[in-house]
């Protein structure tokens, strides 16, 4: 199975900061990752799919980058609904796997 | 607009079998990916399986062997069936959709998931 990992496991930030949080995969996958937020209670939503599209709908501020086996996301002037977990996936094979989250919360 | 809701018992007793379905609404089940995930009380999120519309199915080798997931595309709703389950399945389980339109195959839409705890 491809493992992926998530840095930091938690981030304390403000309202206003830009942050960034990465996911390294365990063997090359190209671009095929996608990036998605959970709010405490509901399901999971997709922010970032392939690495770097925005998923329709989905605020300007978040942005994702990446290839081959290190990707980021960055979410710019957070916003007070930004604070959340956030989950990488891959796509590249089966088994999709899942970072194991990184909890962003307010300073 | 696409929509999935998941239903089934939300207590399950060790070594029977946890049963769910997903109804999907506002969209063709003949098409697309479906799929399970699960997450553990405070923990990640975990893929079991999918569905393709044609009735190919993928499946977490973790799982396999305990896991069936399958379509009735005359009710426009998937079903995930895991057997023999142990206190280690208790999670939250939701369904999803997998877009086939884009290459990266994201979860693009989710039910709102639904607690299973297994438990005498």
């Known amino acids: 199975d491809i493992q992926m990992t998530q840095s930091p496991s938690s981030l304390s930030a403000s309202v206003g900061d830009r942050i960034t949080i990465t996911c390294r995969a365990s063997?090359?996958?190209?671009?095929?990752v996608n990036w998605y937020q959970q709010r405490p209670g509901k399901a999971p939503k997709v922010l970032i799919y392939?690495?770097?599209s925005l998923e329709s709908g989905v605020p300007s501020r978040f942005s994702g980058s990446g290839s081959g086996t290190d990707f980021s996301l960055t979410i710019n002037s957070l916003q007070p609904e930004d604070f959340a977990t956030y989950y990488c996936?891959?796509?590249?094979?089966?088994?999709?796997?899942f970072g194991q989250g990184t909890k962003l919360e307010i300073k | 607009q696409v929509q999935l809701q998941e239903s089934g018992p939300g207590l399950v007793k060790p070594s029977e079998t946890l049963s769910l379905t997903c109804s999907v609404s506002?969209?063709?089940?003949?098409?697309?990916?479906w799929t399970w995930v699960r997450q553990p009380p405070g923990k990640g999120l975990e893929w079991i399986g999918y569905?393709?519309?044609?009735?190919?199915?993928s499946y977490n080798p973790s799982l396999k062997s305990r896991v069936t997931i399958s379509l009735d595309t005359s009710k426009n709703h998937f079903s995930l069936n895991l057997r023999s389950v142990t206190a280690a399945d208790t999670a939250v389980y939701y369904c999803?959709?997998?877009?086939?339109?884009?290459?990266?195959?994201?979860?693009?839409?989710w039910g709102q998931g639904t607690l299973v705890t297994v438990s005498s």
């Open positions: 999803a959709r997998i877009t086939a339109a884009v290459a990266a195959r994201p979860f693009d839409y």
């Open positions: 506002g969209d063709s089940i003949n098409a697309h990916y």
């Open positions: 569905i393709y519309y044609s009735g190919s199915t």
């Open positions: 063997q090359s996958i190209s671009s095929y």
């Open positions: 392939g690495a770097s």
């Open positions: 996936q891959q796509s590249y094979t089966t088994p999709y796997t």
